[in-house]
């Protein structure tokens, strides 16, 4: 609190970007945790809530003839433009606001003064939904080969390792020792990922310490084990997720790679995905694409193309087909590794996942798989998420990148996955808003000394309580393609910009009628009818029976499916044009409060603008504007529920 | 018959026809006039029937005595045939050759072919002009039809009967046809039942570098405006293509003679431009290099993307000043049959929930394309694998479905049809068995005879198990003007013409199926509940006496 210079500030204009003419006047204020802005005037309160952890820039613009405006970019792609009058009242709000996004302890995130109604055991049952043991058993381990290894219970063989971990029942504790400790940051090899059908596995660790000619005869064995460990192959993968020239020039710095003449049986390949810094600017770049406000098409795919972006997320897609081949059709054992063992290895190990085990196409298998690659094999999400002020060197969107490819298989197998996008955009959302404490700190001791658990929630019941948004109407689990091992294309064409991530706030880019949602709503209706049917035949056969006692006739769903398809449909913003002059007119705003989660977007649309464009260069063109103050049209025409109902109702009493 | 002296090679065995996502077909090939078949002449395969109307080029090669022929087609697919005898391949390759590039048009297919269905509805006499006048007629007395172009000697691309605005007598519409372009006087496209505003379309007039003007032309679309009101000319152009087009005696509208009239210049590119466009698209698209930056700097050096941009953007703008404005709109470019009407048929869907079913769809194709006078025959002689010297060429057709297609995305649930009804209109736009795209105008089809000669695409597409394949199953009317998107952000490309053959479709074909699936199961569902709820209430009704309320 001590940081909010200003707790209040009236008469600020909240710019829509969309259009620059469409503002509306309210007030600001600043909590401990949120920004919170409040649209004054109209009867229905326009709010705009955005979280402090969500704040990831903050600009002041140069003083315009309405006041001075103050950007706010956040880390879930949100840009929000505010105009204050006072410039002493904006240079408080930059201040206090600076400050408050950038906490410089855990302790002040939002997870930790987020305090839903639920009681301790609650509490403790949340963080309890996600449970390795059991997903470790579901791909049938513990078995004779692998077991977990107590080595590091107390976290001191490798601290940003979970304190589970299954090695080969055939290495001793003195081989996984030795191992680790020829291995950046201790990270020996380890299970990912077991396949039950032919045994081979996944295993993840990070870079040798091999320099330029060191070698450890543990670390040998323990990648002996674990091929052996694959009773039908005679070799197994190594894979070095980086380019050959990192990883030749971490050599000089006393790390590397494996040398295939010290290890037997292993075929060493180098993929070739890019750094954490690398992929922060290319991101960098491909939000300012994403921002651009009216471009041209071709500066909206060249900047696509600059930004670099697909290529990162089709050599990431490389790297995980190359090793859910080997394990689905060679059967053959994988060991991934990059330099630290965090970044890029979580991205390919769970990227292979996705394409081998279909259980990770669900929606308890993705949080699983998340929890379990990502969280307990110590992604570092403080550093990589901004969570806390620190380095801007850490930051980069490694996580982003694996959620965008699963997207990208979404797109190319639409039957295979039980979750829609708005699962992936939901996880995305948290895992940068430190809402919950599932993503806080870097590694898993990390947050055992923090004491997450007990201090904060655990996100995944709270997502599974809101399953229905998530789910992909056309998954089809039953089908023969969407079992196996799914073989995607990755022909350029087929690596798609994500818009409804990146520009996820901007409403009026998007399809104005969802077919996901109407299949959604249909299928929704079916269910309800398919318990009518049930009730009517279960009536029915009573009457038979007695032909006489009635039961009281329920109302049926069939009179409220009129307006089904309308439903989803946007109306105020399919019936607005937007602005198709080039100047910066069109788009019904809409302002989005985020507050709790999901739950969040509550819009609304302005008409009233003036109806002739003035932009200066549009000058021979100024004119085709549409005043939207005469926005009515075929609203009225929409079948009216009510009254379809009513009638409805009377037929039932008559009879 | 002078087919049979262009086939060297009736008949060759042991063919091997590759196509992409396909297993490969051994058999015998056969020419005829107008087709090469295919067929293993074994039950369950496929067999191959290509018009030789559909092949874009022939390449051949030769391994030994192995020939192969790689067919480019028009609807962008490539097949490869290996023929075993190096004599056969020439001879193949020099007779499709010949058969697929025959200038005259009554050798054309649509000439001989004979339809095995029963024709119940006339495709050729659905969408008479006097019948959409009668629709105009119920909603306003303004306007009259006018015969002045009976005998097609005022304007040879109109048609016979045309919409003009009551008060203006035939002398003043042949005088204003004089002072427009190829005689495209300004015309009645579109009447806005809401408003009562209007679309009319027309070509550049006729200024010239003196800055010629005429009365009645004036007076022909000042007839269009209510009483204080003013009116929007959409010039498809930039000011600088207008400005040239001067110096060849064509030119823009005046402000100071058209002073109720404020004139937007648009910048949709002209024919040529666009089949470079389209070449380059394909090849983008066929480009086998699996280089992601090549992939995106040659999607975006074809610049197809920024054509459906700009043609969107001036349908929005038209169908904006209708709706929202409140304003009349003249729209025309140079000859007026080429991007006028991209943007006045757009502006329709936009505006209009009728063009969006199958029928008013149809409808709005033969209004404004066919007897609009665009050159289909001139614009769909070749496509994208041409390597003959381009004459007329032009995707202009392909780019106005590219532009329903971008819409029908945006508004999934909004058209009674789905992608598929529009990818074959792009397929019979280029080679078919029907008539309906031969020639270039209405005076050209008259002459032709195609009404008694050939069939109808509409007479085959209408019979209800056709109709069927190509219905949205999402489909609600939906009476809103529809506002797309045209943002760079909001365009796809339009896979399912450019890479419809680089691309497995299984996993789409399966979502659709399941779609389907989904809405189907429902209705059944809804009739069941249905008959059950009256099932019940007639026993209820039987009880009535036993039932306490």
Redesign the interface.
């Known amino acids: 609190m001590e940081h909010i210079r200003m707790p209040k500030v009236e008469n600020v204009r909240l710019v829509d970007r969309s259009s620059s003419r469409k503002s509306q006047v309210g007030t600001l204020y600043l909590t401990a945790t949120h920004t919170i802005f409040v649209g004054k005037g109209s009867e229905d309160r326009n709010e705009l809530w955005v979280l402090h952890s969500l704040v990831c820039n903050i600009v002041k613009h140069k003083a315009s003839h309405s006041g001075y405006p103050l950007l706010i970019h956040c880390k879930n792609f949100q840009v929000i433009q505010f105009i204050i009058l006072q410039e002493s009242d904006l240079h408080n709000v930059y201040i206090s606001l600076t400050r408050l996004s950038r906490p410089e302890k855990y302790e002040e995130l939002y997870c930790f003064s987020f305090n839903p109604a639920v009681d301790k055991a609650e509490r403790q049952h949340s963080w309890d939904f996600i449970d390795l043991k059991a997903e470790y058993s579901r791909m049938g381990l513990p078995n004779k080969l692998w077991h977990v290894t107590p080595i590091n219970r107390d976290y001191r063989v490798c601290d940003t390792y979970p304190a589970d971990l299954f090695v080969p029942k055939s290495v001793t504790l003195p081989v996984i020792v030795g191992s680790s400790k020829f291995r950046s940051r201790g990270r020996f090899p380890t299970l990912s990922y077991y396949c039950k059908e032919n045994h081979a596995t996944i295993c993840r660790s990070s870079q040798p310490l091999s320099g330029f000619s060191a070698r450890c005869l543990e670390d040998e064995q323990m990648l002996q084990a674990i091929m052996k460990s694959n009773p039908g192959s005679r070799f197994m993968y190594v894979v070095d997720t980086r380019p050959k020239l990192n990883a030749m020039a971490n050599r000089a710095a006393g790390k590397g790679y494996e040398n295939e003449d010290n290890y037997c049986n292993i075929k060493f390949q180098f993929i070739g995905i890019e750094n954490i810094h690398v992929m922060r600017n290319s991101q960098q770049k491909l939000i300012e694409v994403?921002a651009l406000r009216?471009?041209?098409?071709?500066?909206?795919?060249?900047g696509?193309?600059n930004s670099?972006w697909?290529?990162h997320i089709?050599s990431i897609m490389e790297a995980g087909i190359f090793i859910s081949k080997a394990v689905a059709d060679e059967g053959v054992s994988v060991l991934v590794h990059c330099s630290d063992g965090w970044d890029r290895t979580s991205q390919v190990c769970s990227v292979a996942s996705v394409l081998l085990d279909p259980y990770y196409r669900t929606i308890k298998g993705l949080m699983v798989l998340i929890e379990k690659d990502w969280v307990l094999f110590g992604h570092k999400f403080s550093h990589r998420c901004g969570h806390l002020d620190g380095e801007a060197k850490e930051v980069s969107p490694v996580l982003d990148q694996f959620l965008e490819c699963v997207w990208q298989l979404m797109d190319?197998?639409?039957?295979?996955f039980e979750y829609n996008e708005k699962f992936l955009i939901s996880i995305h959302n948290h895992v940068y808003s430190s809402h919950y404490g599932n993503f806080i700190c870097n590694s898993q001791k990390e947050r055992k000394d923090l004491r997450i658990r007990e201090k904060t929630h655990s996100i995944w019941p709270y997502l599974m309580e809101n399953k229905l948004d998530f789910m992909n109407?056309?998954f089809?689990p039953d089908?023969i393609?969407n079992q196996g091992l799914l073989r995607p294309?990755?022909?350029?064409?087929?690596?798609k910009?994500w818009?409804r991530l990146y520009?996820r706030f901007?409403r009026?880019?998007?399809?104005?009628?969802?077919?996901l949602d109407?299949?959604m709503a249909?299928?929704d209706?079916?269910q309800q009818?398919?318990e009518?049917?049930a009730l009517?035949?279960q009536?029915?056969a009573v009457?038979d029976k007695e032909?006489?006692?009635?039961l009281y006739?329920q109302k049926?769903v069939?009179e409220s499916?009129q307006a089904?398809?309308?439903v989803p449909?946007d109306?105020s913003l399919?019936?607005?044009?937007?602005d198709?002059?080039g100047g910066f007119i069109g788009g019904a705003p809409n302002v989005f409060t985020s507050q709790q989660g999901e739950k969040e977007s509550t819009e609304f649309s302005l008409f009233g603008d003036k109806?002739k464009s003035s932009d200066a260069e549009n000058s021979?063109?100024e004119?085709?504007?549409?005043?939207?103050s005469?926005h009515s049209?075929?609203?009225e025409?929409l079948p009216s529920e009510d009254s379809v109902k009513d009638s409805d109702e009377t037929g039932h009493n008559r009879? | 018959m002078e087919f049979a002296e262009l086939i060297k090679t009736p008949r060759v065995d042991g063919v091997i026809l590759h196509r992409p996502f396909m297993p490969t077909v051994e058999g015998t090939l056969c020419l005829t006039g107008h087709h090469i078949i295919l067929s293993s002449r074994q039950d369950n395969t496929e067999e191959l029937w290509l018009l030789h109307a559909n092949i874009d080029s022939i390449e051949k090669r030769f391994v030994g005595s192995l020939g192969t022929i790689i067919v480019k087609c028009k609807d962008l697919r490539v097949i490869q045939l290996d023929i075993p005898g190096m004599e056969e391949c020439l001879n193949i390759a020099s007779s499709v050759e010949a058969l697929s590039t025959l200038d005259s048009v009554s050798l054309m297919y649509p000439f001989f072919y004979r339809p095995l269905f029963e024709v119940i509805e006339d495709g050729w006499q659905l969408f008479v002009p006097e019948e959409a006048f009668k629709d105009l007629e119920s909603m306003t007395d303004e306007w009259r039809l006018s015969e002045v172009n009976k005998d097609f000697s005022v304007c040879p691309s109109y048609p016979s009967l045309l919409t003009v605005p009551k008060d203006i007598d035939d002398e003043s519409l042949i005088k204003a046809a004089s002072f427009r372009h190829g005689g495209r006087f300004p015309v009645l496209s579109y009447y806005h039942k809401?408003n009562g505003m209007v679309m009319m379309r027309a070509a550049q007039p006729l200024t010239g570098t003196n800055g010629r003007r005429c009365k009645e032309d004036e007076k022909l679309i000042n007839a269009t405006l209510c009483a204080g009101k003013r009116g929007?000319i959409i010039d498809t152009r930039t000011?600088a293509v207008a400005q040239q087009a001067k110096a060849r005696g064509g030119g823009f509208e005046q402000e100071a003679n058209y002073p109720q009239w404020?004139r937007?210049?648009k910048a949709i590119e002209r024919s040529n431009i666009l089949q470079e466009s389209l070449i380059k698209l394909v090849e983008a698209?066929n480009d086998q290099s699996?280089?992601?930056?090549?992939?995106?700097?040659k999607?975006?050096a074809s610049?197809w993307?920024?054509h459906?941009?700009e043609i969107l953007?001036?349908a929005?703008?038209a169908?904006?000043?209708i709706?929202?404005?409140?304003a009349s709109v003249l729209v025309h470019g140079s000859e007026g049959t080429d991007s006028t009407l991209q943007v006045t048929s757009l502006a329709q869907i936009i505006l209009d929930p009728a063009c969006r079913t199958i029928r008013g769809f149809e409808a709005l194709i033969e209004r404004e394309w066919l007897q609009a006078g665009h050159p289909f025959q001139q614009r769909c002689a070749q496509s994208a694998y041409s390597n003959g010297k381009p004459r007329s060429e032009a995707p202009v057709f392909l780019l106005f479905l590219d532009c329903v297609w971008q819409i029908l995305?945006?508004?999934?649930?909004?058209f009674q049809f789905s992608e598929s009804f529009l990818i074959m209109l792009f397929e019979h736009t280029y080679a078919s068995q029907f008539g309906t795209f031969l020639g270039n105008s209405v005076a050209e089809r008259a002459k032709l005879q195609l009404s008694h000669k050939t069939v109808s695409l509409w007479s085959w597409v209408n019979r209800p198990q056709e109709l069927e394949r190509y219905l949205n199953p999402?489909y609600?009317a939906?009476?809103?003007?529809?506002?797309?998107?045209?943002?760079?952000?909001?365009?796809l490309?339009w896979?399912g013409v450019f890479?419809r053959w680089?691309?497995?479709t299984?996993?789409?074909d399966?979502?659709y199926q399941?779609?389907v699936h989904?809405?189907e199961?429902?209705k059944e569902?809804?009739n069941?509940?249905?008959s059950?709820?009256r099932?019940?209430?007639q026993?209820?009704?039987e009880?009535s006496p036993?039932?306490t309320p």
């Not at chain 1, 004119?623 to 939207?628: E, N, P, Q, T």
């Not at chain 2, 699996?290 to 700097?297: G, I, P, T, Y």
């Not at chain 2, 939906?478 to 365009?491: D, R």
């Open positions: 994403s009216s471009p041209s098409m071709g500066e909206f795919l060249l696509l193309e670099d697909l290529k089709r190319q197998f639409p039957c295979a109407p056309l089809k089908q393609q294309s990755t022909a350029p064409y087929c690596f910009y818009r520009n901007d009026e880019l998007h399809p104005r009628q969802s077919e109407c299949l249909v299928k209706e079916t009818l398919e009518e049917m009517y035949e009536k029915l009457l032909r006489a006692k009635i006739m049926g069939l499916r089904l398809w309308s449909l109306v399919a019936n607005t044009p937007q198709y002059l109806p021979d063109q004119s085709g504007v549409a005043d939207f005469c049209s075929g609203e025409s009879a | 809401k929007y000011i404020r937007i210049h698209c699996h280089n992601m930056d090549r992939w995106l700097s999607l975006e610049n993307q920024s459906v941009k953007t001036t929005c703008l169908a904006q000043c709706d929202r404005e409140g995305r945006q508004f999934p649930c909004s999402l609600e939906n009476n809103l003007v529809i506002w797309p998107s045209v943002a760079p952000q909001s365009l490309l896979e890479l680089n691309r497995s299984k996993c789409l399966e979502a399941e779609m989904i809405i199961y429902n569902l809804q069941k509940v249905n059950l709820r099932q019940l209430a026993l209820e009704t009880d036993l039932q």
